[in-house]
Structures are given as structure tokens and as C-alpha cells.
Nanobody
């Protein structure tokens, strides 16, 4: 199995940027496709982006497309989410997740391991 720890969240003004990291330990990181999800207060957790095991295939939800970039460094066992042009509606707890498959999924149920989350707050 794999353990996931997110970091990099914080408070930022609208229009600003943040980079989230997700450090993996345990089983070889490249065994897993990875995803980012987020959950705002009072709302269900939603898909943000996913990336395949090698890192050449990515997919984004419409609200973040063109502003967020998912990437991974398998040598460092780390997943990233670069978030630019942040908006107040991006405020949420962000979670990384690992899936025992070659490709990612937009479905939460498709992921086997989750991190504890990191809070992102965007002020207007």
C-alpha cells in the first residue's frame, strides 16, 4: 500500500498561485495513477485532475482547466498541483488519491488510497 501526505495549502488572494505537493511513501509510486480532489464546506468532494502512472496523460475538470496543472515526479515519489489564477470558489480542502491502475479516474470510488488533505483558502 501507499501513504500520502499533502502540503502546500494556505491563504492566497484571488489571482494568486499555489503549488500543492503530495508525498508518497510505501509501495513504488509509479505503480499508481494519481488524482486530486477537493471538498468545499457543505459540499461533496469533487474531482479536480488526474494523471497516469508515467505522467504523460492528464485530465482536468472544467472549472480548473487552463488554470491548474497536475504533474508528478516518480523519482521523488511526489505528485503536484500547480494552481494559478485562483478564485474564491477554489477555496476547499484538497486531497490527493492513488489508484492501482495505469490511468486516473474522475470517480472517487476508483481510488484506493487517500491523503489527509490540505486547506486552500482564496480571499476576494
Amino acid at each position: 500500500q501507499v501513504q500520502l501526505v499533502e502540503s502546500g495549502g494556505g491563504l492566497v488572494q484571488a489571482g494568486g498561485s499555489l503549488r500543492l505537493s503530495c508525498a508518497a511513501s510505501g509501495r513504488t509510486f509509479s505503480f499508481y495513477a494519481m488524482g486530486w480532489f477537493r471538498q468545499a464546506p457543505g459540499k461533496e468532494r469533487e474531482f479536480v485532475a488526474h494523471i497516469n502512472r508515467i505522467g504523460y496523460s492528464t485530465y482536468y475538470s472544467d472549472p480548473v482547466k487552463g488554470r491548474f496543472t497536475i504533474s508528478r515526479d516518480n523519482a521523488k515519489s511526489t505528485l503536484y498541483l500547480q494552481m494559478n489564477s485562483l478564485k474564491p470558489e477554489d477555496t476547499a480542502a484538497y486531497y490527493c488519491a492513488a489508484r492501482v491502475d495505469n490511468t486516473g479516474s474522475v470517480d472517487m470510488a476508483g481510488y484506493h488510497y487517500w491523503g489527509q488533505g490540505t486547506q486552500v483558502t482564496v480571499s476576494s
